[in-house]
């Protein structure tokens, strides 16, 4: 064991490691600032630091001694399984250490909310220090066990035994005194080439990856322990380094255990001292630690640092090296070279440091600023105030906003469909027996009325919208018709047939809008449903614990089922008001009652008139000597001129009216009849449903919202308060993030004002 040099004489302890007092003002002051800003908890920053790696039992630990003064747990095979941390800091008061466990990965190396634990009571006496982190470790490695556990019992374990054979989380000392220097660097696991029968394959990545972890970062000086008793290519650290530092700029290496190399191969070690093999830029050192033997018998921190001195003054070929080399020999010339190489780094790093830090602030600042608003002194107050927010955004919507995904925007696609899918169940009347293959053409006085070109037999039977259920009429014969109307007759005169024929035909299209009508509400209370849910969530989403989110949503899900029922009511009353087929709209049904006479009769005209009529178009009277093409077309001219001369407003289109009566003229009066009443009825239905929808369930959905709220919520009365400050109340875990954010905050404040301190 490596006795404290506390227990010398004051005369024979110039100082433990970095803690030379020939450093400079300047260099004091720049390590102050890196550990202080290592001590406020930044986690998150590249803050220059030192790793020491090396590959297994490459004397490491003995090195991190010599350095820090204090002793390290030692143990047969891999001593280090997890990174212990070395946080040292000047101070005038007396020594003190100060053990954590720092945490950053679960049991099962899954990445946690990093926590700092304090792992036992503040150690005066270095001599504790060994045991203590002898348990911390144990802690570490045995996660599921309570860590406090370990301070009061430690039975014997081995590596095999624990439950993690390595671990991410990390032993944290904070030391401080006055012989203490002002430095950070962690002793990480020495790089395993192979497991035994007992060992995890996973072990050796496992350590490579921590290892890696640490030496990526820009800012740390990877101080490289390659032990002189193993060939140099089979030691894995090397090659781990050369892949983050290729050049060597940030790399010290150090030669361990010189005494015990075999004769006659010191030459090929001297060739790192000389930097001619695996050069690097701030050079190889080579340094002689006490043996395990002298450490077993309390070897003193100043015996080691004199027998290390004799070592290199005596033995060959140290003893004889070239004096500009001699430098690089002894732990106290490589303490000195790394301090310098730290304050170096910690200078051309401030600037950048200086820009990170205001980065990490801004971005902490936008995380504060993300959480729900601190609970209110006045959580009645409050309460209301979101209340009202809520109905007056809901106000805007409904009535409408210019936005791509408005309320009204969404809906009128839906609307559509249910038009388009309620003009589908057009009757469609076919003016000749089922027997005849021809198609119906298109219906030219229904193209400018309509949404889409028509097509053959569209006038009757559009393409339904995927949304809508409604299937396509199925075709009506006039014969059909016809045998229908005879049926149907009673007491009526030979030339009549009861209205009953017309009406059984309505009956069948206005049966069919029920289901398009239930989809256009179903679509429409479903926006409504999701936009309130946002709605809620956006002005409710932060309030408290989450309750009154729960609440609200019940009570405007209600406030909507209220709606939704009085809107549907008014859906039925339209449906049972659409089976009494009537019209006060007689101009418009008798104009479409003649124009699909006209159609129908047209159709009937097995020869090449009425086409011939349909596709009439007035001749050119400048070249008045007709030609064979020309001869029809002026006839037709010559009847319309002479009918409108006779005060008769006709075009091509009525004149196969003309044509003889046809013996299914009964039949196609029906026809035209029922044709031209779904015209009538379908355009009246098609507005009705959509007003009564948007007046009752959309318009009206913001009708006594707020008062259902404010009595929904009991914002009124002697248990308002109460009421609304549970409301408000947050959830704990927003608590904790708004204290572990503001803490966050003032470290990084703290940082800010250390950093300008030193530009003062």
Not at 3 to 29: A, F, I, Y
Not at 314 to 319: A, G, K, M, V
Not at 532 to 545: A, D, P, Q, T, W
Not at 549 to 573: C, F, G, T, Y
């Amino acid at each position: 064991m490596l006795t404290s040099p506390s227990s010398l004489d004051p005369s024979e302890d110039n100082g433990v490691g970095l803690s030379d007092s020939t450093l400079s003002q300047h260099r004091r002051k720049m390590l102050d600032l890196i550990n202080r800003l290592h001590m406020t908890g930044l986690t998150d920053m590249d803050l220059p630091m030192i790793a020491v790696i090396g590959s297994q039992s490459a004397g490491k630990s003995s090195l991190i001694e010599s350095i820090s003064g204090i002793t390290l747990p030692r143990s047969a095979g891999t001593c280090t399984r997890c990174p212990t941390e070395c946080k040292l800091s000047r101070s005038e008061d007396a020594w003190k250490c100060l053990v954590k466990l720092h945490i950053t990965t679960g049991p099962s190396g899954q990445p946690c909310d990093v926590v700092n634990i304090p792992f036992g009571s503040l150690i005066t006496d270095k001599a504790d220090v060994e045991d203590r982190i002898r348990r911390a470790q144990r802690a570490i490695l045995n996660p599921s066990t309570n860590a406090q556990k370990f301070l009061i019992e430690l039975e014997d374990q081995t590596a095999e035994e624990a439950e993690l054979s390595f671990s991410k989380n990390c032993v944290s000392l904070e030391i401080s005194g006055k012989d203490v220097a002002d430095l950070s660097f962690v002793d990480l696991p020495g790089l395993i080439a192979s497991v035994g029968s007992s060992g995890k394959t996973g072990d050796i990545d496992l350590v490579k990856g921590l290892v890696a972890s640490y030496i990526e970062k820009p800012s740390c000086v990877i101080l490289l322990t390659v032990t002189c008793e193993t060939d140099f290519e089979n030691q894995g650290a090397h090659h781990l380094t050369k892949q983050y530092d290729p050049e060597g700029k940030r790399t010290v290496g150090v030669l361990t255990k010189p005494d015990r190399i075999p004769d006659g191969e010191e030459g090929s070690w001297m060739k790192f001292i000389r930097n001619e093999q695996e050069p690097l830029v701030n050079h190889w050192y080579c340094v002689k630690q006490p043996g395990s033997q002298m450490l077993k018998d309390g070897i003193s921190w100043a015996e080691a640092r004199k027998q290390e001195n004799d070592f290199f003054a005596l033995t060959q070929p140290w003893s004889t090296v070239e004096p500009q080399y001699q430098k690089f020999l002894r732990t106290s010339n490589l303490t000195e070279r790394l301090s310098t190489i730290l304050s170096e780094l910690i200078a051309k790093r401030l600037p950048e440091i200086h820009k990170e830090l205001y980065n990490i602030l801004r971005k902490t600042q936008d995380e504060m600023r993300k959480l729900p608003k601190a609970p209110s002194t006045d959580p009645v107050g409050e309460v209301w105030h979101v209340v009202n927010q809520f109905s007056s955004h809901l106000s805007r919507r409904l009535e409408g906003t210019p936005d791509e995904d408005g309320i009204l925007q969404t809906i009128r696609p839906h609307q559509q469909a249910f038009k388009r899918a309620v003009r589908a169940t057009a009757p469609l009347f076919v003016p000749w027996g089922e027997d005849d293959d021809r198609e119906l053409p298109v219906a030219d006085f229904l193209a400018n009325e309509e949404d889409e070109p028509q097509k053959p037999q569209a006038m009757a039977s559009s393409v339904l919208s995927p949304r809508s259920p409604t299937p396509k009429s199925e075709e009506i014969y006039i014969d059909d018709v016809l045998n229908h109307a005879q049926r149907a007759r009673t007491r009526e005169l030979p030339d009549n047939y009861p209205f009953i024929v017309q009406q059984t035909y309505i009956q069948e299209f206005t049966e069919k809008w029920e289901i398009p009508s239930q989809t256009l509400f179903d679509k429409v209370h479903d926006i409504l449903k999701n936009d309130l849910s946002v709605l809620v969530h956006e002005h409710f989403g932060k309030m408290g614990r989450g309750g009154a989110l729960h609440s609200v949503l019940m009570i405007v899900n209600e406030h909507l089922d209220a709606a939704a029922k009085q809107a549907k009511e008014k859906i039925d009353w339209l449906l049972e008001l659409e089976k009494a087929p009537t019209t006060l709209n007689v101009h418009y049904y008798s104009d479409y009652k003649t124009k699909f006479l006209g159609y129908y009769k047209g159709c009937r005209d097995h020869g090449e008139l009425t086409a011939k009529l349909q596709n009439y178009r007035a001749p050119d009277t400048t070249h008045m000597s007709p030609n064979r093409g020309q001869t029809f077309q002026q006839a037709v001219h010559k009847a319309l001129a002479g009918l409108t001369e006779a005060g008769l407003s006709v075009q091509a289109g009525d004149l196969p009216k003309l044509l003889p009566v046809d013996p299914m003229e009964p039949a196609l009066l029906i026809m035209a009849g029922v044709r031209a009443y779904f015209q009538v009825a379908y355009k009246r239905f098609a507005d009705m449903v959509p007003l009564a929808i948007d007046y009752e369930i959309v318009r009206g959905l913001h009708k006594g919202i707020e008062q259902a709220l404010l009595d929904g919520l009991s914002l009124t009365g002697p248990d308002a308060y109460e009421r609304c400050k549970l409301m408000v109340q947050e959830p704990s875990s927003v608590a904790s993030k708004r204290t572990e954010l503001q803490k966050k905050l003032d470290r990084l404040h703290a940082a800010s004002s250390e950093l300008r301190k030193l530009f003062v």
